[in-house]
């Protein structure tokens, strides 16, 4: 596998800079249309969409881009992560109803899947101009530092981290909430993973329990906690892979903080 990193992430930057921003807290009411009962899409999502699997088809001829709006026009394209040697992933705008209220939690994201595993990622804030990129094997940077996330505290009572309920049962919910009581702070999150993730690889976080797993949320980020020392797998501790299409997924800062985490869940 050979691609220019620092061309993706000028593509990326360029997007942004070109179809994102200017409509950030611009956007009129025909610009914003539901694609499914709460879920969200705006013309950004697909112009952005558009502008990037064009030009990551130009840095990589004949790879074929598998985008969150083309999937959900069309499911089949999924089929690809796991049989086709090589895919990207698009998320063109992560976040997007956060960027419909007018927050800076929002991000551009792009992986490149080889065989099913992750082995390059790019998330990009545009709000705060940061540039978060990975490569299998050759570590995580934001904005050209390398990133190396330490272990989390061993005490449940010192631990920081996010949980998404949106999509758990109501006893789900109810097991999240006792387990998270006794934990120093544990927030929703910001509903965008570009944000979620980094937070973890960064060190602001020790975890971040998702439930749904959809492959362009995950796949950038998953790689980014990877290759900053963290672990990104699922609740029973099988490795999270975008190929593999399973509910329930927990970032950490290490494997001994995802054992402990996942069994006080109790999910």
Known sequence: MVVDMDAVGDLIRDVAEQIVMPRHRALGRDDIDEKSPGEVVTVVDNEAESALSAGLRRLLPGVPVVGEEAASADASL???????????????????????AGSTDFAVMVALVHSGETVAAWIHQPAGEHLY?????????????RLRRQPAPAEPNLLRGSALTRFLSPAQKQSVAAAVAGMHEVDAGHTCAGVDYPLVAEGDRDFVLF?????WDHAPGALVVRESGGVVAHLDGVPYTPARQREGLLVAADRATHTRVAQLLGL
């Open 78 to 100: 999924l089929s690809l992560l796991p049989e086709a040697p090589l895919v990207w992933l698009v998320d063109p705008l992560d976040g997007t109803s956060n960027f419909i």
């Open 211 to 215: 439930w749904r797993t959809l492959a």
């Open 133 to 145: 990129v990975a490569e299998r094997g050759a570590g995580a940077f934001v904005d050209g530092v």
